[in-house]
């Protein structure tokens, strides 16, 4: 009999945000189980995926807070034994962040867990399967209590793993109650894994895998001999990106080195980008740059090939494991990229297999500017081996068709 299975996420099939490193790993899911869909958004936005007549999809209203639930959480022992290690761990400064933080998860919690335990019942779900670890997951095995058949398994991916990523509160909450409870927690890469266990798994580090997502196969960028370097980069232009260590690093390259870069995705800090690229930039006439703002995902493919991407660029601040450089390594483009989160886990610097460098985590312009200027000075023929490393370290790790078969066998060995 084929098992039920219901998949919560944070928007998919509606809207953008996760369909390109979800997708694949969906019509997986499908093939394998019966899967009831819940999407946590934004109410008003559009389903832009197409589903098979056979999946139901719900979707709860991720703004959605229902106060009358206080007093339920109250009367929970977890909540407060959370409370209690937040405030103990805490300081003058973040215990009442922590405080707010832990009493608005539990609330949103509480709202989900109604709608949960309805598909969950009525549907006889075996596993709920949460794409990120967020308050649904905490209702997901606050309602495994009382109906222990039932199987919890959470991915982590970044904002949920990283306590550094929480502002002010340093405090994901439940972590500690999720994985006492949870059937497996789910990682992009080792570094994640290991961070989380030190943190959270100490108990039961058998709970926690590393299920790579990958990305769909591309078509590999032919090799182009030329005196300039296509540099790309592509992310999300916030402050933890660091763009602003790009372009001070081009504004170091020496005359005699020509670099196109093309910088691809938008965001708060993107007119900052500009200015700071126009006045450091403008005047270098070996320095050609373009920012394409946002692009569809099913676009970048595209522009890759259009600019002939020879060298691709990430200097974030924190990371999981970057579907950019991943995509990158589908199409045989090596990288240069931060040693933060699981990017050491994709880029290899020994001779044999080199598909990359590795800056220190917090990098000086001068440093990127060598690590480039290290590359263009590079040998054809060792080139056009970082490309082929590049693409078998997709093809052999990160070919999203093969993980997620892998991540399906992984599910059924659970229920």
């Known amino acids: 009999m084929?098992?039920?299975?219901?998949?919560?996420?944070?928007?998919?099939?509606?809207?953008?945000?996760?369909?390109?490193?979800?997708?694949?790993?969906?019509?997986?899911?499908?093939?394998?189980?019966?899967?009831?869909?819940?999407?946590?958004?934004?109410?008003?936005?559009?389903?832009?995926?197409?589903?098979?007549?056979?999946?139901?999809?719900?979707?709860?209203?991720?703004?959605?807070?229902?106060?009358?639930?206080?007093?339920?959480?109250?009367?929970?022992?977890?909540?407060?034994?959370?409370v209690k290690k937040g405030w103990q761990d805490g300081n003058g400064g973040n215990r009442i962040i922590r405080l707010r933080?832990?009493?608005?998860?539990?609330?949103?919690?509480?709202?989900?867990?109604?709608?949960?335990?309805?598909?969950v019942y009525r549907d006889n779900i075996d596993v709920v399967y949460t794409y990120w670890c967020t308050p649904a997951t905490l209702a997901a095995v606050q309602l495994k209590q009382k109906k222990p058949g039932l199987k919890v398994i959470t991915r982590i991916h970044g904002y949920?793993?990283?306590?550094?990523?929480?502002?002010?509160?340093?405090?994901?909450?439940?972590?500690?109650?999720?994985t006492d409870h949870v059937d497996r927690v789910v990682f992009v890469c080792e570094y994640a894994k290991g961070y989380y266990i030190d943190h959270w798994a100490k108990k039961c580090p058998e709970k926690c895998i590393v299920s790579y997502i990958g990305t769909k196969a591309y078509n590999k960028i032919p090799w182009a001999g030329t005196n300039e370097l296509s540099l790309i980069s592509c992310s999300n232009v916030i402050e933890l990106k660091r763009i602003h260590l790009i372009v001070d690093a081009l504004a170091l390259v020496p005359e005699d080195y020509q670099v196109n870069w093309t910088h691809i995705g938008g965001?708060?800090?993107?007119?900052?980008?500009?200015?700071?690229?126009?006045?450091?930039?403008?005047?270098?006439?070996?320095?050609?740059?373009?920012?394409?703002?946002?692009?569809?995902?099913?676009?970048?493919?595209?522009?890759y090939h259009k600019k002939r991407a020879q060298l691709f660029i990430t200097t974030s601040s924190t990371e999981g494991a970057p579907v950019s450089l991943e995509e990158a390594f589908a199409m045989g483009i090596p990288v240069i990229g931060t040693k933060v989160g699981g990017i050491p886990d994709l880029v290899v610097e020994e001779d044999k297999g080199r598909n990359g460098y590795l800056l220190t985590e917090n990098p000086e312009p001068q440093e990127i500017c060598e690590t480039i200027c290290n590359y263009i000075n590079l040998f054809d023929e060792i080139k056009k081996n970082m490309k082929q490393n590049a693409y078998n370290k997709w093809k052999e790790v990160f070919d999203a068709e093969q993980n997620a078969e892998k991540f399906m066998a992984i599910i059924k060995g659970i229920i």
């Open 101 to 119: 933080s832990i009493l608005g998860y539990s609330i949103r919690a509480e709202n989900y867990k109604y709608l949960i335990k309805e598909i």
């Open 160 to 178: 949920d793993l990283y306590v550094e990523r929480t502002g002010r509160a340093m405090w994901q909450p439940f972590r500690r109650y999720i």
């Open 267 to 303: 965001g708060e800090l993107l007119a900052d980008i500009k200015r700071r690229a126009k006045e450091k930039l403008g005047k270098k006439t070996n320095i050609i740059y373009d920012f394409t703002g946002m692009i569809p995902n099913e676009e970048i493919e595209e522009i």
């Open 2 to 82: 084929e098992k039920r299975l219901l998949l919560v996420t944070n928007g998919f099939p509606f809207g953008e945000s996760e369909r390109s490193f979800l997708e694949i790993e969906f019509n997986k899911l499908i093939q394998h189980f019966h899967v009831t869909v819940l999407a946590i958004t934004d109410i008003e936005k559009e389903m832009l995926y197409p589903m098979d007549e056979a999946v139901q999809v719900h979707r709860i209203n991720i703004n959605k807070k229902n106060t009358k639930h206080f007093f339920n959480i109250l009367k929970k022992k977890e909540v407060w034994a959370e």
